[in-house]
């Protein structure tokens, strides 16, 4: 596996050496295709789960380029689920719609209205304009969420807090906030066998019928470990795992994870996407990347060179 030789300082497009295109010679442009063979070989015909952030997706040019990764990946024989997110397309409609939400350790209680426009903004708006950006780029991408094929069970998340005075723990009631019970992944690998590629909405089936909004790292990660997924990637709007100096962190060890997660230098958004990635791992993913997805071409720099980009959390025995 690569990511001994992961480089911490320099930045992805400089680190594996590529400048612009047009500024390269026809025999640079053959150079760096056949540099690319061997991690194709390795490659061809592995599961890679990719969750693709509401915040890395907000602009036009962005979202094309990540589509047109999406349809390279798929053409060298990699089989791809993209997972997305929409936080930040949720807030805009709902502020359209002028519904208040409250906010619980930075998740939103989620009540019956709110729902609501939370599937709708995540399985139409922010799903097809995915699925619509992977069709012109020419691939052939299907929109689903966990609703479909009944795919992914859900329930209610239990958010346990521990109040700062009394010191009790408590467990919070967040409405329609839910965690996968039971990801099948059947549906997924038809899909992938036809040669298409799924594009997954955060949500998921309740036992009594109910939508419920999951976090969109969680729901990836979940999709993931059912698959046995050989690479799970979050694409987010910064570089990786930054140390307190803001330093991008290569590869971040289990013990690493807790102690900064314990002394907050890993926190709000990012707390989620590192417990998804280290429970991922455990549970048969062989790597999990956590990258910036603003970067260009970001997916294709992290397979196809020998450095990679971002921070890497490996299964505990690899350490
Ligand atoms: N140690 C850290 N290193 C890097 N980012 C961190 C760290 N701790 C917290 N963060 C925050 O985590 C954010 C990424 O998570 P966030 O939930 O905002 O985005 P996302 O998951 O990509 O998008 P979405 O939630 O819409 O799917 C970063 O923008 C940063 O502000
Ligand atoms: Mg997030």
């Known amino acids: 596996m690569k990511g001994d030789q992961r480089n911490e300082a320099a930045s992805p497009v400089e680190e594996c050496g590529i400048a612009p295109t047009h500024a390269l010679s026809l025999q640079d442009k053959a150079a760096i295709l056949s540099e690319a063979l061997p991690y194709m070989r390795r490659y061809a015909g592995a599961i890679f789960v990719i969750k693709y952030g509401g915040h890395a997706m907000g602009d036009e040019a962005i979202r094309r380029r990540f589509a047109e990764d999406i349809v390279l990946l798929r053409q060298v024989g990699i089989r791809v689920v993209v997972v997305h997110g929409g936080g930040p397309q949720i807030g805009s409609m709902l502020k359209r719609l002028k519904i208040r939400s409250a906010f619980v350790d930075g998740l939103r209680v989620t009540d019956a209205e709110t729902v609501e426009v939370v599937e709708m903004v995540l399985s139409g708006l922010v799903n097809k304009s995915l699925v619509a950006a992977i069709t012109r780029a020419g691939g052939m991408a299907v929109g689903i969420s966990g609703k479909d094929g009944g795919f992914v069970e859900a329930r209610p998340l239990e958010h346990r807090r521990r109040d700062p005075t009394s010191h009790i723990e408590e467990v919070l009631d967040l409405g329609f906030v839910g965690e996968p019970a039971r990801v099948d992944p059947s549906l997924l690998m038809r899909f992938l066998d036809a040669g298409l590629t799924p594009v997954v909405a955060p949500i998921g ?53 807790a102690e900064m997660i314990a002394a907050g230098t890993i926190h709000g958004g990012m707390i989620p996407k590192v417990r998804t990635c280290l429970q991922a791992v455990e549970n048969g993913v062989d790597a999990a990347v956590i990258l910036n997805g603003r970067v260009p071409h970001a997916p294709l720099l992290e397979i196809f060179t020998e450095s990679g980009v971002g921070t890497l959390i490996r299964p505990s025995q690899g350490e």
């Open 205 to 257: 089936l309740g036992p009594a019928g109910e939508t419920f909004n999951i976090n969109a790292d969680t729901m990836a990660g979940a999709v993931a470990a059912a698959l046995k997924a050989k690479r799970f990637m979050l694409l987010t709007d910064v570089e990786g795992i930054l140390d307190s100096q803001g330093r991008l962190i290569a590869e971040l060890s289990h013990d690493q994870a």
